[in-house]
């Protein structure tokens, strides 16, 4: 079965730490991995996306990982600032007719000054 | 992302009620979906689009219908609602053409609750 498992659940970090999320997939065919923001009441909005042959992606302070041999990503935040405080979701395509998307979870990140 | 609008942003509904919740893009995308969020699940997709002729279930389609009115507008049913469809509803967009892999962009969502 296709899926993609986050950690942890839940973090609490102060302002200006940085921090790592985990994800790990189970999904095959891999047709790429990408990472979402949720702010509280709102829609997903894509952080990064990468694909089988790259290896970290950057936007801005957040900086992703992929390893396609071990099925694993990392997200990682580097000097965290209030409004990082969301919901991180990572979401694997799976290769085939329609890109379907399989999403994690997600990790709840909440930065306190 | 105020180029996919939902309507309505929250609703209250009672048990066996039908419902509709509507989605609107103007990013000119053939290609649509319609996602529940449950608390520490991952989005689910219950119906998918790719154009105005084709509609296809996802993996929770069951007690779901949708409609594709337009490009731009695809609505999603909930014929008789139930206590466990109680959950938080994203619609999304996509265009495969584009330089984005076929990036979803999603609406801001709608809260639905069944008592």
């Known amino acids: 079965k296709n899926q993609v498992e986050q950690s942890p659940q839940s973090l609490i970090i102060l302002e200006g730490k940085n921090c790592t999320l985990q994800c790990n997939y189970t999904v095959s065919p891999f047709s790429n991995l990408r990472w979402y923001k949720q702010d509280t009441g709102r829609g997903p909005v894509s952080l990064t996306i990468?694909?089988?042959?790259?290896n970290t992606k950057s936007n801005g302070r957040y900086t992703a990982t992929l390893d396609a041999d071990t099925k694993q990503s990392s997200l990682h935040i580097t000097a965290s600032q209030l409004s990082d405080s969301a919901s991180y979701i990572c979401v694997v395509t799976i290769k085939a007719a329609g890109n379907k998307l399989t999403f994690g979870g997600g990790t709840r990140v909440l930065v306190k000054p | 992302d105020a180029d996919v609008t939902q309507t309505p942003r929250n609703r209250i509904t009672k048990t066996g009620k039908r419902i509709m919740l509507e989605c609107s893009q103007t990013?000119?995308?053939?290609?649509m979906y319609w996602y529940r969020q449950d608390p520490g699940l991952g989005l689910r997709l219950i119906y998918y689009?790719?154009?105005?002729?084709?509609?296809n279930k996802g993996e929770i389609s069951d007690g779901y219908s949708v409609s594709r009115q337009a490009q731009a507008k695809f609505s999603l049913s909930l014929e008789s609602a139930i206590p466990n469809q109680t959950a938080l509803y994203f619609c999304?967009?996509?265009?495969?053409?584009?330089?984005?892999?076929?990036?979803?962009?999603f609406g801001p969502g709608t809260r639905l609750t069944v008592t």
């Open positions: 999304a967009t996509s265009d495969p053409s584009g330089t984005g892999s076929d990036e979803q962009y």
């Open positions: 689009s790719f154009d105005v002729k084709d509609i």
């Open positions: 990013k000119g995308h053939d290609r």
């Open positions: 990468m694909t089988f042959s790259e």
